[in-house]
């Protein structure tokens, strides 16, 4: 074997002269795991593309590949080490550019030799599946042992099959098994054939995007796909929607309780469920509640009422009820953060002002300045809360005999 200098912390792999193919394998395999990107990426990215393109040539273009497209894709790695490289004899068309995603992105350059070779492809789809998914000519596409073989390891490369292959039951409930957004790329017959839709639906939630309307209200294919994500209820039926145990179970998935916006109108319209609904979420769900049933008085107070109610739920009681003196006034008696999302009117209205800032006195801040520098107002404010010195305008700290009035109250 020839001498070669080797760069300092690396370990060049080395090729004896009489280039056997089998050698580049071998080696692969008995390089211990911690020292294979230094010995086998490194080296070949920093050795000279010269001395690379004189190796590579006599190396057998299948075995050699494969063992490569292996090395990059268990291990991840981000260099390809044929970079910039011409390797017409390793069946490639193009030179080698610098790609994240080698193992999809690399096969898009194979030439035709591997290209249309169906055993070749059937290897190296089980190393790494989604390899068809730039490679999906005809021949490919429509080899029934490649595409189960892929859409086994990854399922949306049914995407890529062929028309035949996609009416293929066989192919279909290998990719839906493996993800049930697979399920989309099928024939139509199979989005209503229920034991198809079930492992789907086991797989991912996604599927029911793709399912039949027949099975869209079939409680056991939604409950399966809910227990992925409470998102996948908005895919359900209009039967499902109004189903309060199955609703409830969605929105128990989600603190904020967003599942509460596909409930129906019948379910948004009972306010026994919808107030179990707003405690459970502390309030979130109001962003989807009916703007009819905020509006009853009611029913307002019993939300207001609920304790550890988020803030958050404040901004949506607000937008129904901010045109509403009434509601606004009976609001800020609970909560006074209302006057920060109320009508610029509303925050000169002294008795709204002054049941808000007596609820919380940090709301001072939002209220009209009018009312702010009104030092009669303000008074009256300290009296019901003194805490509120410590908004006091700079012209009030100044008024030592208002400052005196205040002082007293403490």
Known sequence: MQAQQTPPLQVLLL?????????????????????????????????????????????DTRRDWFTILKFMNEH????????????SSLGFKY??????????????????????????????????????????NEV?????????????????????????????????????????????????????????VMAAAKSSGHALKFVHESLRNDREIVELAISHCWSFIGSA?????????????????NEQGSAFQYASRELKLDKKFVLEVVRKSKGFALEYALEELIKDREFL?????????????????ARFIKDDRDLILLTAKYDGFIIKYINPEFKKDKE?????????????????KSLRDDKEFVLRLARKNSKIIQFLTKSMKKDHEFMSQINKLN
């Open 76 to 87: 991840n790695s981000c260099h390809n080490p044929f970079s910039n490289v011409s390797i």
């Open 301 to 317: 107070v019993e939300i207001l009422e609920i304790p550890e109610r988020s803030s958050t739920s404040t901004f949506y009681i």
């Open 140 to 196: 490919i596409r429509n080899d029934r042992e490649v595409v189960l073989r892929s859409v086994k390891g990854v399922g949306s490369m049914l995407s890529i099959a062929s028309d035949r292959l996609k009416d293929d039951r066989e192919i279909v409930m290998a990719a839906v098994k493996q993800d049930g957004g697979s399920l989309g790329y099928a024939n139509d017959r199979f989005k209503s054939d229920r034991e198809i």
């Open 237 to 253: 039926g209009e039967e499902i929607k109004n189903d309060r145990e199955i609703i409830m179970k969605a929105i128990m998935r």
């Open 352 to 368: 709204i002002v002054f049941e808000a800032v007596s609820q919380n006195v940090n709301v001072f801040q939002h209220i009209d």
């Open 15 to 59: 090729l004896d002269q009489s280039f056997q193919s089998n050698l580049l394998s071998t080696k692969i395999r008995d390089i211990p795991h911690y020292l294979k990107y230094q010995t086998i990426i490194d080296p070949i990215i920093s050795g000279g593309s010269e001395h690379l393109k004189e190796t590579i040539k006599f190396l």
């Open 95 to 136: 030179s080698l550019a610098y790609y994240r995603q080698n193992a999809f992105e690399i096969g898009a350059q194979l030439g035709k030799e591997l290209k249309f070779d169906s055993n070749f492809i059937f290897q190296i789809v089980g190393i790494s599946p989604g390899f068809i998914y730039n490679n999906s």
